[in-house]
């Protein structure tokens, strides 16, 4: 209950902040679908409302004068479908402060990894990589907490962001090094991104690029991990490639990935696609659908579904959703 609170609050002094100084902007996004799920965490077909990452959120700007900017974000993750928060932190999303300029600029804070975006999250046309369609075969290896991250200026058309993560607390979470390059050249461009943890020595790194040719936009990664923690899966090649086409309010998504084999689990390889289309009612709001199914080896599930022997099932999902961004 406090927490709820505390959201009215923020949401009133932002009101009043965005009056006063025009420097603080309340936004969100609810995301919500019908969907008919099988073997999707529980073994077998269950009817479903599913919650697609909603999220309200406060983010400002201040200028200091000579270039120099203050900013801040919070955002909090909730389910749209109950209410509740998606996880145990309340600003499960991003939540930092930071200064930029002429320099670029430093942010510190909890912090979604810049590999991620520069990469898997670039290409996620049809959904914005959420909910039952989301990438599954993507390895994330950011901490989001405790980072400090600096991005450079703009250098041509490249940008840079460097990482790490604190190693704090009772637990002694192990650092995170992060770094991301992005590069746009007209309706061409490419991403990098590489992560490791220097505790377990666990690592990723991905290239991605995408293309837009008129109403047709294209993008594909590729991805090489390697697991060396304790009883690590040892080293792993993935791939996804996806394309929207836009036909006025239309547009029609296609995207397909693979995971090969752990090299120290076999029968762990998986394919995933997913068909979609979206009808922009306004620049705001869509409605869409989406049919998309994760077929997996016997070794490995990606969405926790088994049957009686404990072989992985393949998981799917026939959904109709309502998105509106405020």
Do not use: C
Not at 101 to 126: E, M, P, Q, V
Not at 168 to 182: H, P, R, S
Not at 194 to 220: H, M, P, T, V
Not at 287 to 304: A, K, P
Request: proline residues 1%; charged residues 15%; glycine residues 12%.
């Amino acid at each position: 209950m406090k927490q709820t609170y505390l959201v009215a609050a923020l949401a009133l002094l932002a009101a009043g902040t965005v009056s006063a100084q025009s420097s603080v902007t309340v936004y969100g996004r609810l995301n919500t679908s019908l969907e008919e799920q099988k073997n999707i965490a529980v073994a077998g077909s269950q009817s479903v409302m599913q919650n697609n990452a909603s999220r309200l959120g406060f983010k400002g700007v201040e200028d200091l004068g000579g270039g120099l900017k203050a900013e801040f974000l919070l955002e909090h993750r909730f389910n749209a479908d109950t209410g509740t928060q998606t996880s145990g932190a309340f600003w499960a999303g991003d939540s930092y402060v930071g200064l930029s300029g002429g320099f670029g600029g430093i942010k510190l804070g909890r912090l979604t990894s810049a590999a991620y975006f520069a990469t898997a999250d670039y290409i996620s046309y049809h959904n914005h990589d959420t909910g039952t369609s989301e990438d599954k075969l993507y390895t994330y290896l950011g901490q989001n907490a405790n980072t400090i991250a600096y991005t450079t200026p703009s250098l041509g058309g490249l940008t840079a962001e460097v990482s790490i993560s604190a190693a704090e607390g009772a637990t002694k979470n192990n650092k995170v090094l992060g770094l991301a390059l992005n590069y746009g050249a007209g309706p061409f461009g490419l991403g990098f991104g590489y992560e490791k943890n220097d505790g377990d020595k666990d690592s990723q790194f991905a290239i991605r690029a995408n293309y837009e040719l008129g109403s047709l936009l294209l993008g594909a990664y590729y991805q090489r991990s390697d697991d060396k923690g304790p009883g690590g899966l040892g080293k792993r090649d993935a791939y996804r490639v996806s394309a929207m086409l836009s036909a006025g309010a239309s547009e029609f998504h296609a995207n397909i990935g693979m995971a090969d084999d752990w090299s120290r689990l076999n029968n762990s390889d998986a394919t995933q696609y997913t068909v979609g289309y979206n009808y922009n009612l306004s620049k705001r709001t869509k409605v869409y659908g989406f049919y998309t199914v994760t077929d997996n080896s016997s070794n490995l599930s990606y969405f926790g579904a088994v049957d009686r022997r404990g072989n992985a099932l393949k998981a799917s999902s026939l959904a109709l959703g309502v998105r509106h961004n405020f």
